[in-house]
Every structure is written in C-alpha cells, then in structure tokens.
C-alpha cells in the first residue's frame, strides 16, 4: 500500500508497567506514535526477578534437600537425580508463584493489582494524547506442547478479564505458539 511504519522498540528486558510510564512519559513527545503496544509477559504482573540470582535461596534449600549427602558427592547417577530434583522442584516453586499473583489470595495479588493501575495510567496518558493503546499477552514459554499442557490459560483469562473491563484492547499470542 506504499504506507511506512516506524517501529520503536522501547521494551527493557525485566521491566514491568510501572516503569513503562516512565518511558511513555519520555518518549510520546518525542516519537508521537500513533500507536503504543504493551507486549506483557505473564511474569510482568508478578514480583518474581528473572534472574536464578534473586532465587539463589529456595535454589540451595532444594539443593540441601535433594542433592546433599555421601551419594551425592560419590555418584554420578545420584549427583543427576538428585540435580533433576532441584530443576523440577524449583520449576513447580517458580510456575506455582506466578499463577498465585495472579489467582491467589489478595495478598498474593497485590503486584498484579498495582500493575493493573499503571496499566490504566499508560491507556489514560494514551487517550490524552490520542493514541491507540493495545496490549499483546506473550505466553510463559513452558508447557507450549498442547493446549492440555499449556498451565496458565486461568492467568491469561485473568489478564484478559482485566483488559476488557480497562477497555484496553489486548490480544494473546498463546493460541499462536500452541
């Protein structure tokens, strides 16, 4: 159609909304987008680092548990279950938060609620400044086998409920990579 797009990518790697109203603050007077896409990971509505470093704790208390003691430290074949252990362990630990920021108690959602209000805050500066606001959910890349392995649908319909009812267009990327 002969029509140009520039796309600025103003995304940095761990950030939540919070700090992306910084960033919007900043950069609409600058860029003047017609459009402002959100890509939110499912970590991003959670207090949950995405560094192993900011889990070095729960790591070394399964490691105590599962992968200590003589065998351990003699055995090859012991020394990788015991090591597997710790992998799936800590998987369960980090899968089972992020699902509990988003449907636990109001304890454990109270990130995902602050979240929520910058996200309001980013479609409000938006339609001030008249610009189309949208948000695509980028799935956990874990359990993307099926549809019947996929765990976090419950998570994505729970960030999906809240788009809808902010009036924030939203569109998941999940059914793609399914």
Do not use: K
Request: charged letters at 25%.
């Amino acid at each position: 159609t002969g029509r140009r797009y520039h796309v600025y990518n103003a995304g940095v790697m761990g950030t939540v909304p919070h700090h992306w109203e910084r960033y919007l603050q900043r950069l609409v007077p600058v860029y003047q987008p017609d459009y402002v896409f959100a890509i939110f990971f499912l970590r991003d509505g959670t207090p949950l680092c995405t560094s192993l470093r900011c889990h070095r704790e729960t790591i070394d208390r399964l490691r105590r548990q599962y992968a200590s003691g003589f065998l351990y430290r003699h055995s090859r074949i012991v020394r990788l279950m015991g090591d597997a252990l710790v992998r799936r362990e800590f998987t369960r630990y980090y899968l089972d938060a992020i699902s509990r920021s988003y449907l636990g108690s109001e304890m454990d959602r109270r990130f995902w609620s602050g979240q929520q209000q910058s996200l309001v805050r980013i479609r409000d500066a938006c339609q001030r400044a008249g610009i189309e606001f949208h948000m695509v959910v980028f799935p956990l890349l874990f359990g993307l086998e099926s549809a019947s392995t996929y765990r976090f649908h419950a998570v994505e319909d729970e960030i999906l409920r809240f788009a809808r009812e902010a009036r924030i267009p939203a569109f998941s990327l999940t059914p793609a990579f399914l």
